[in-house]
């Protein structure tokens, strides 16, 4: 159980995300949505502790993560893995060694810098890239894949921490429809096998498709919270002003996508 | 690799077969060049007469030279002065001429850096292999820059003093050649490291090899430039002290004559000046880098 209690983050006079209180049973499947600077980005990176808090706290089972340090920190991270919108992977290092970061936080600090994994631990990254049809790939330059190859490096990265939880942001706003449906479907599949998914989306038919569970942001403020079907259009309008249409052109335009819906349309 | 049988999976045993392979490869391939290697350090050792028994006997007399050095300084009186025993002002008592000599010498360091790296810009580009026009200038601006850098700063020196005559003008002229080779070689990696698809844009759009240069590839540059030219003012510092033991200006000729007459005590002092000043450009370097660096992320 994830709960979050008025977790609030100025930057500067900006308020990015504003007494947002958020309580995720273990296993859900979240979507999160919001315009361009609703704070979406800077409420899951605070869950992973990339960017500190100004107020309010995050607990995990009882634990008060906001609090934790140095190895709790590092720790707390491996339980919550990352996926990115633009993959940040390693790009000069092979696809193996990039899924194996997921594995620093528990080897020794020395064999980890000699990039030393045991035999187990390659067959665990090599299992979760052949899951995702990569192990071909296993010892090529991550920068050789294709973006959508890349996002499921990534995911396979999240795999190997053995996470409670995956926190993805706008995971598939730099990929094109195919690879966008690969990257969700791998995501939705890892929530099924009982990992809590937080997804970040630019796009409301993605977000219904896949998710258990929406959560609306504007302006930092949590605005709709509830099942997919309660989202009606008459809601969006309601809560953005602006009707299905227009919300997915401004969504998609802020972190560089085509917009789904919008493309359909025209 | 038995872990990797256990999965049953084809995909992560043949992935588990290719990475051993290729673990045995790069093993010998380390295996292989430590051996060169170390069979390189021994004949380069012997051939310039390097044995640990020499580097051992002398140890200790370095030891005896910095205790020579050492300034007199007691501390009752260390803030007396000038004409007193044991104080700073007795240990400093030239201090307005070296400081006078550290000032043409910081000069002539930057006077030098600025000419040396103006020349390496403009020959980095074709020096740089992945953006040079044909091989017959990138061949040419290399070996250039090799010759530039390879011929020691004091034999430029020598040369510039007997053109020129004694002064700083020949020692900048010394320094600014070698710096423009030295710099031009990292100049041009910087640029070979660059990403060219800002560089296929501005080809795209009818630009010419000049347009790409100044607007794909110099932005993207610019802070790892800016970084090797204020590391180099701070190397040239330390050139443009010791230049003048051959008469090209600076604080140099002075340090020669303390030396060679044993004024032990000036030694240390005009040695601990040259550091202290080292160090305030160090600082000064730091903020201009960051502040042209943050200046150029602005403008992006």
Known sequence: MLEIEGLTRRFGAKTAVDAVSLSVPAGQMVGVIGRSGAGKSTMLRMLNRLTDPTEGRIVFDGTDVTALRGRALRDWRMRCAMVFQQFNLVQRLDVLTNVLVGRLNRRPMLSS?????????????????????????????????????????????????????????????????????????????????????????????????????????????????????????IRIREIYGVSEEEFAAQAAEAVGATPRLAAAVA | ???????????????????????????????????????????????????????????????????????????????????????????????PEWSLLILETANMAAVATLMGSAVALLLAFPAARN????????????????????????????????????????????????????????????????????????????????????????????????????????VNIRSASVIGFVGAGGVGEELYKVISFNYYEEISAIVVLVIITVSMVDLLSERLRHAAIGRLEGTR
């Open chain 2, 131 to 234: 953006i040079t026009p044909s091989p017959l200038a990138f061949h040419l601006a290399r070996r250039t820059l090799e010759a530039m850098r390879t011929i020691p700063e004091i034999v430029y020196a020598l040369i510039f003093v007997w053109a020129f005559g004694i002064g700083p003008l020949a020692g900048i002229l010394a320094i600014a050649l070698h710096s423009a080779g030295a710099n031009g070689k990292l100049f041009a990696e910087a640029i070979e490291n660059a990403d060219l698809k800002a560089w296929e844009g501005v080809q795209s759009a009818g630009g010419s090899w000049m347009h790409g240069c100044r607007y794909a590839v110099l932005p993207q540059v610019l802070p790892n430039i800016i970084s090797y030219l204020l590391l180099r003012f701070e």
């Open chain 2, 1 to 95: 690799m038995s872990a990797a049988y256990a999965t049953g999976l084809p995909a992560v045993i043949r992935g588990e077969e290719a990475y051993q392979a290729a673990r045995r490869q790069k093993r010998i391939q380390a295996l292989l060049g430590c051996a060169v290697l170390f069979a390189c350090l021994l004949a380069a050792a012997w051939v310039s007469e390097a044995y640990p028994a020499t580097l051992w006997a002398g140890l200790p007399r370095i030891g005896e030279y910095f205790v020579r050095i050492t300034p007199d300084l007691r501390w009752a009186t260390l803030f007396a002065g000038s004409e007193t025993e044991g104080s700073i002002a007795f240990w400093m008592y030239r201090l």
């Open chain 1, 113 to 233: 810098l000699l990039r030393m994994f045991t035999a187990e631990e390659r067959a665990m990254a090599l299992a979760a890239l052949d899951r995702f049809d990569l192990a071909e790939t296993a010892l090529q330059r991550a920068d050789t894949l294709s973006g959508g190859q890349q996002q499921r490096v990534a995911i396979a990265r999240a795999l190997l921490q053995e996470p409670s939880i995956i926190l993805a942001d706008e995971p598939i706003a730099s990929l094109d429809p195919r690879n966008s449906r690969i990257v969700m479907e791998a995501l939705r599949g890892v929530n099924r096998e009982g990992i809590t998914v937080l997804v970040n989306l630019h796009d409301l038919a993605t977000a219904r498709d896949y998710c258990d569970r929406i959560v609306a942001l504007n302006a930092g403020r949590l605005v709709f919270d509830g099942p997919p079907d309660d989202l009606t259009a």
